[in-house]
């Protein structure tokens, strides 16, 4: 909208606005908004001084405007064109409805696009439709009655009312109200009812003004009541939120008040019955209520305000704009900035949090290895973050609960397996960053702080360890096993090695991740893990470091049976039949979803990459040498076959 500025700017577009000369109307702040980008000449009628107490105006304390270019009622834009021959010639005229029923004639003597705003079509629809025929562009606020007007005239926008940063602002002041509203009250009507409601609670500040003495009151207000009239998404809605105040709002059906700002997040919802209710609930909650009016008033800074409008309006009408902003096209544009409520409740509670925790499972002291659960804690005593150990013994459990290292842990009467331990130790774990270890592992803060950088700067990272593999699904083998020190740079695999890994734990618990129980005792929990977040649209990585130790199956390699679930199983057997498992589960997954791609490796993606890096540093023999087994293991892929033949030509 900037560049729109400027081009009106440059090519000093002149728009006349006309309207019923008072301060109390919609047409105000659209001049307002109008005079910062072009030049905007005004012409109309004043409002008759006997209005302002026939109307009971008195209190709105706002004079009588007079326009650029004074008229009467019954205008003639032809005569009055002619009558003002040093008057810029209009490039727009945009009539705003504002009162008495005043509306220009003659308006094609302008020889000029011509538009006009509708604001009360919800009160004054089939008037409001007979208007619309004559004139070239129609905006209308009630975004419920857009198709009724496109059938008399197609060039019908709809174009909501907004706020006045300037004018509806927020005051430094205390708030001395409970509730506040600011409006007219009809006898007889719903409105006085609720207000009267409000009333006898005691609750209540009630007035009528204008302008800054109106904001001020919004401003003096814990809360701020507003009541629709026929369904009507109204100035005021938009005016309390710029204010800073929370916003207490009945629905208004098909307004799209729903699509833009969202109940209990931006401002607060009430039915009829539960008006006491619902007040008394965020009268008595006071951050809650004060992050709802901080949030609103963003929303509504980023992406209603008159100058908002203004510019939209002018970009249909003077640059081709196909139509003005839809709903989800506001609400993406009102949430700039922002974060979802969630994630800003979360990170306020993460502010106390530690920034990671260690979970460990342990069986027994690791006699295969030369690292133990008692090297871990020690290695550990220079890692900052919190230590959750769950012991898959009691005996080992009672030896080393009380270590000086360890934060929590849990002690489980019998071994309940790696999976079901990991979930054990992830549901204790407040860290933002969880990493999973092997009581077997030997680890250094370098390795921690490289691995936990990757899990926050890789594209869609969910977890992230220092050793990890392509493999083939089918056949649950390794296309090829990335060891310590075997490569050089961070890269996206099919699965990371389960020894000692990182995950987010905010990215694991919202797209519904877990260790898969039906493993237990041990393998495959990795291969499964990684497809789940494949699934979630999630990513798996491994970054360079060497900074760890870790020999295989520093438990396994010692016992002839493992002991779980008060059962034991030869681990050969474990294998087989997780493995029939894991086969199982996946492929009725990728079926039922009719997603194949799941079980696809990234294997065929990595060496694609690396045969065209081959080819570009000029090693053609390496480059022939992967591009054969690539084409052995992908015969019929036209991108592999492809590449193979201009590997093979060069």
């Not at 205390?174 to 409000?198: D, T, Y």
Request: charged residues 25%; negative net charge; aromatic residues 10%.
């Amino acid at each position: 909208m900037t560049l729109l500025r400027n081009k009106l700017i440059n090519n000093t577009k002149t728009v006349w606005l006309s309207y019923v000369g008072y301060s109390v109307t919609t047409a105000v702040y659209i001049e307002r908004a109008l005079r910062k980008i072009c030049r905007t000449v005004t012409v109309g009628p004043p409002l008759p001084g006997e209005f302002i107490e026939k109307w009971q105006l008195q209190n709105m304390k706002q004079p009588i405007l007079h326009h650029d270019i004074e008229t009467d009622f019954e205008t003639d834009m032809g005569e009055v064109l002619s009558l003002n021959p040093d008057i810029p010639r209009p490039d727009l005229f945009l009539w705003i409805e504002s009162a008495l029923g005043y509306i220009p004639g003659n308006i094609a003597a302008l020889e000029c696009p011509t538009c006009c705003y509708l604001i009360d079509s919800h009160l004054q629809l089939e008037r409001h439709l007979k208007q619309a025929v004559d004139f070239d562009y129609v905006f209308i606020v009630h975004r419920a009655y857009l198709e009724e007007f496109r059938k008399v005239n197609p060039r019908t926008y709809w174009l909501p009312v907004g706020c006045d940063v300037e004018v509806h602002r927020q005051w430094a002041v205390e708030k001395i109200h409970r509730i506040g509203f600011v409006g007219a009250v009809i006898p007889g009507s719903r409105r006085e009812k609720l207000v009267n409601r409000l009333l006898a609670a005691g609750a209540l500040h009630y007035e009528r003004c204008y302008g800054d003495e109106m904001s001020r009151v919004f401003s003096e207000s814990r809360i701020v009541f507003n009541n629709a009239a026929n369904h009507d998404l109204n100035m005021r809605f938009f005016e309390v939120l710029s204010t800073g105040a929370m916003l207490l709002s009945d629905a208004t059906l098909g307004s799209g008040q729903t699509e833009l700002f969202r109940d209990g997040e931006d401002y607060a919802c009430y039915q009829d019955g539960n008006l006491l209710e619902t007040a008394r609930f965020y009268l008595e909650n006071e951050e809650l209520r004060e992050r709802i009016a901080a949030r609103g008033q963003r929303l509504v800074h980023n992406a209603h305000t008159y100058r908002h409008r203004v510019e939209d309006l002018m970009a249909v009408v003077c640059e081709g704009k196909p139509d003005t902003f839809s709903l989800a096209e506001l609400r993406e544009r009102s949430l700039i900035g922002l974060t979802a409520p969630l994630e800003e409740m979360q990170s306020r509670i993460e502010i106390n949090l530690p920034a990671r925790s260690f979970v460990i499972p342990v069986l027994d002291y690791s006699p295969a290895s030369e690292y133990n659960i008692l090297t871990l804690l020690n290695d550990l005593e220079s890692i900052d973050g919190e230590v959750i150990v769950v012991f898959n013994g009691a005996d080992i459990g009672e030896e080393l609960k009380w270590h000086p290292r360890i934060t929590r842990h849990a002690i489980m009467k019998q071994n309940v397996g790696v999976a079901r331990g990991w979930n054990v130790g992830f549901d204790m774990a407040e860290g933002k960053s969880v990493f999973i270890v092997n009581a077997d592992a030997h680890i250094s803060s370098n390795a921690v702080v490289s691995i936990e950088q990757g899990l926050y700067t890789l594209p869609g990272a969910v977890c992230v360890g220092p050793q990890g593999a392509f493999f083939n699904f089918s056949l649950c083998t390794d296309h090829c096993y990335f060891d310590k020190g075997s490569f050089n740079q961070a890269m996206e695999v099919d699965a990371v090695s389960g020894f000692f890994f990182a995950v987010n734990r905010r990215l694991f618990s919202e797209n519904g991740l877990h260790f898969e129980p039906a493993y237990t005792p041990c393998y495959f929990e990795e291969w499964d893990l990684a497809l789940q977040a494949k699934r979630a649209g999630l990513k798996c990585y491994i970054v360079p470091t060497e900074a760890y130790d870790h020999h295989w199956s520093g438990t396994i390699r010692a016992l002839r049976t493992i002991p779980y679930l008060g059962r034991e199983e030869e681990a050969g057997a474990v294998l087989k039949r997780n493995r029939q498992l894991f086969l199982a589960k996946w492929r009725a997954i990728a079926r039922k979803e009719h997603k194949p791609e799941l079980l696809e490796s990234g294997w065929k993606r990595y060496l694609l990459a690396t045969v065209r890096e081959f080819m570009a540093t000029g090693r053609q023999t390496e480059a022939l040498e992967k591009m054969q087994s690539l084409f052995e293991l992908y015969p019929h892929d036209f991108e592999v076959v492809s590449l193979y033949k201009f590997v093979s030509l060069v």
